[in-house]
């Protein structure tokens, strides 16, 4: 701390009109210590007369009232260099604060930069999901397309082969080992664990309603899949519930494939 | 009443500069992990095999004995179980003397029409 020379001192709480009701009063009561060439001279309640002290440097300090001894000079000493702008004493310097600020900000660059850094290869946002859907569905439509393929106009498609001669809601493993032959073979020896869910829809000629006939599956839904659905339209020559005769009728395959 | 101290006001300015900025950070980080659904989204509802699929069912329809009993039921099961309307019109002799289909499809989202020929 700084005191200056034959001055006694220093920051007094009172303030503003506080201190100025104070030094209506005559003196300012406060504890402080009187330093004379930088030796402690001893220290006590600190009483001035009003009139002893010049007017203007207080106004100056804003805030903080020095109460001081005049010296010789009947005058306020200024304060030496290097003590801050606002002549306070070191330790409370506001000189370097825009120097922290800006130590502060650096850090927290730095921080949030490696942050991003170090996580930017492991974010798996919601949008990444459906990736694998999008594949998995895109598979599924090809293997119902592979399987709707006759390998001569004299023969009909495997798809068709099974709709047609298979009695509606009647089970087809057929349908099954064609459909997971195709759907999990990956490269190499390894298979692929996709399951599935097959049925059709087809009109009830009667009733004019949609109806669900179920074709094969190689697991029993418990609706905790995670599915997508892939569709075919097929046309078949077959007698459907609700029909009087066999003839040409379009049926909607629906499968739905998840990976377990 | 003390007066008021203005000190350190660069440093509440700072305060309030980082909470901003660190709010806005917040929010693109939030909005960062959903950035690709809607796109994903769209395109997996994108209806290309649907519109593929169904296209090629209607063309082969024209070939059945019954077309009118095979368009009641793509246009019906089209609508409950592809939540799509679909109508085409029985094969016509066009103004060039070719067969002619028009294929009508819309799911709400995706539309098409075409005017399938044979040539």
């Known amino acids: 701390m700084w005191f200056p020379e034959g001055v006694h001192q220093e920051r007094t709480p009172a303030r503003g009109h506080q201190a100025r009701r104070a030094l209506g009063r005559g003196f300012l009561p406060h504890r402080s210590s009187v330093l004379i060439s930088g030796i402690s001279r001893g220290s006590g309640i600190c009483r001035i007369p009003r009139t002893s002290i010049p007017h203007s440097p207080i106004e100056q300090l804003s805030g903080w009232i020095r109460c001081a001894y005049p010296n010789q000079n009947n005058s306020l000493p200024s304060p030496p260099a290097g003590t801050g702008s606002r002549g306070r004493a070191d330790m409370t310097n506001t000189d370097g604060q825009l120097y922290t600020i800006e130590g502060f900000a650096a850090a927290l660059i730095m921080i949030i930069t490696a942050y991003l850094v170090v996580n930017a290869t492991s974010i798996y946002t919601a949008g990444d999901t459906h990736i694998s859907d999008m594949q998995l569905e895109a598979l599924g439509t090809d293997v119902l397309q592979v399987m709707d393929t006759n390998e001569s106009q004299l023969t009909l498609s495997p798809l068709r082969t099974i709709i047609t001669y298979t009695p509606v809601g009647v089970d087809n493993a057929t349908f099954g080992s064609i459909f997971l032959t195709l759907a999990n073979r990956k490269a190499g020896s390894g298979m692929d664990h996709i399951q599935y869910t097959a049925n059709y829809s087809y009109r009830d000629l009667t009733s004019n309603s949609v109806e669900s006939a179920f074709i094969d599956a190689s697991r029993n839904l418990t609706l905790g899949e995670h599915a997508v659905r892939a569709t075919k339209w097929v046309i078949v020559n077959k007698q459907l519930p609700g029909d009087s005769t066999t003839q040409e009728r379009a049926v909607l395959v629906e499968v739905l494939m998840w990976r377990d | ?119």
């Not at chain 2, 296209?55 to 070939?63: F, G, K, L, T, V």
């Not at chain 2, 499809?105 to 020929?117: A, I, K, L, S």
């Open chain 2, 1 to 119: 009443m003390a007066r008021l101290n203005d000190d350190a006001q660069w440093i509440i300015l700072m305060g309030f500069l980082v909470s901003f900025s660190f709010f806005f950070l917040a929010l693109v980080i939030n909005q960062s992990t959903v950035v690709g659904q809607t796109t994903a989204e769209s395109v997996i509802e994108f209806p290309k095999n649907d519109i593929r699929d169904i296209r090629s069912a209607i063309i082969n329809s024209a070939y059945v004995t019954n077309p009118d009993i095979v368009k009641s039921d793509i246009t019906s099961i089209t609508l409950s179980r592809k939540n799509a309307i679909v109508n085409y019109t029985s094969p016509y002799i066009d103004q060039n003397f070719h067969p002619t289909i028009n294929i009508h499809y819309n799911n709400g989202v995706t539309e098409f029409n075409e005017n399938w020929t044979f040539l």
